[in-house]
């Protein structure tokens, strides 16, 4: 996946590559390609920024489920220490979509939880592709109330396309396993700060978002549903997944215009995969400021600021 490039990248990456060769180039004292080189660089950089201040929702769909962008476990390899992972529902089995655990945010110690995919197709099989199943929301709740009882602030990392919809999970109760977390988040005494890596799909997102902060990286997306879905509902055809990216409007300009999510983390120009530590810089910057601000108020004080902040998104009229 190293060498993964989407379709409107293919410009830039083909300039940059013309770049490279010409670099490798051997020069003798009669040619001097350094001038040649200097303008494509500036070309290059012209049409870097372009490029990504241009994007539509789509491309940062693209960009959202990119392969090469870090992922929950590397974020916590990055920002924390000492990291343990407590695995299982305590009911039927653990589920590797979620990957929970304790650990040291700088000085703090803090529960994580967050949606993992996998890298290449055996991972991705054994993590479902980051589709929790209700065992996985199940493990999450038992880890937050872990975190309740010994007063630890949970740090959740959103990025999946949704729930897990197959028969099994259904069975297993899906839908009662997401919404006993919402009920659960609304109202748990400890903080709670989510924030949105990659893609924030639809209940099995929502289901580690009920918190009292929540924040997107620059190239996330966060949505009801995926654009393929919304398309096969609203156009009965999946391929319009562009247009019901517009129309649902599911990038992070989009959603803190709306109010729905509380700052934005910038990436670097192309997508967090340029630079992780960086990314992972930022993160650890803006939950740490939060952390510190919610850590002043008394817990039913957070429990009535949460709850005011959901019932505050969206509009509606009386008919």
């Known amino acids: 996946m ?19 060769e010409l670099e490798k180039t051997p020069q003798d004292g009669n040619i001097s390609l350094e001038k040649e080189i ?48 407590l695995k ?24 994580i939880i967050g949606h993992q995919k996998g890298r290449g197709t055996k991972d991705n099989i054994r993590r479902n592709f980051g589709m929790s199943h209700p065992e996985g929301y199940r493990k999450a709740l038992r880890i937050m109330r872990l975190a309740e009882k010994f007063n630890l602030p949970v740090i959740t990392l959103i990025d999946t396309p949704g729930a897990y919809p197959g028969l099994g999970a259904e069975e297993r109760g899906q839908a009662s396993a997401i919404a006993e977390n919402l009920l659960a988040m609304a ?21 580690l978002a ?9 190239y996330a997306v966060y949505s009801v549903i995926s654009p393929e879905g919304c ?9 319009h997944a562009s247009k019901a990216a517009d129309a649902m409007k599911i990038t992070a300009p989009d959603l803190l215009k709306f109010g729905i999510i509380d700052e934005i983390i910038e990436e670097p120009l192309g997508g967090a995969h340029h630079d992780p530590g960086l990314v992972a ?6 939950v740490t400021g ?30």
């Not at 039927?92 to 945010?105: K, N, P, Q, R, T």
């Not at 398309?231 to 391929?239: E, P, V, W």
């Not at 810089?281 to 803006?286: F, G, L, N, Q, S």
Request: charged content about 30%.
């Open 281 to 286: 810089a930022r993160i650890a910057e803006t």
């Open 231 to 239: 398309a096969s509902i609203l156009y009965r055809d999946a391929s």
């Open 38 to 85: 200097a303008k494509l660089r500036k070309k290059a950089e012209k049409m870097h920024r372009d490029i990504y201040s241009k994007l539509s929702r789509w491309q940062y769909v693209q960009l959202a489920r990119h392969p090469n962008r870090p992922y929950t476990l590397d974020y916590i390899d990055l920002i924390t220490k000492n990291f343990i992972e």
């Open 2 to 20: 190293k060498d993964f490039i989407l379709e409107f990248e293919k410009p830039l990456r083909a300039l940059e590559f013309k770049i490279n």
């Open 88 to 111: 299982g529902d305590r009911t039927f089995s653990d589920d590797e979509a979620i990957v929970a655990g304790l650990a040291h945010w700088g000085e703090r110690s803090v529960a």
């Open 210 to 218: 009920v918190a009292d902060r929540v924040y997107m990286l620059q």
């Open 187 to 207: 109202n748990l005494k400890v903080p709670i700060i989510a924030v949105v890596i990659g893609e924030g799909g639809s209940g099995g997102a929502l289901a």
């Open 290 to 319: 939060a952390l510190d601000e919610l850590s002043t108020m008394t817990y039913n004080e957070r429990i009535e600021k949460r709850i005011e902040k959901y019932l505050e998104i969206g509009e509606w009229n009386e008919g």
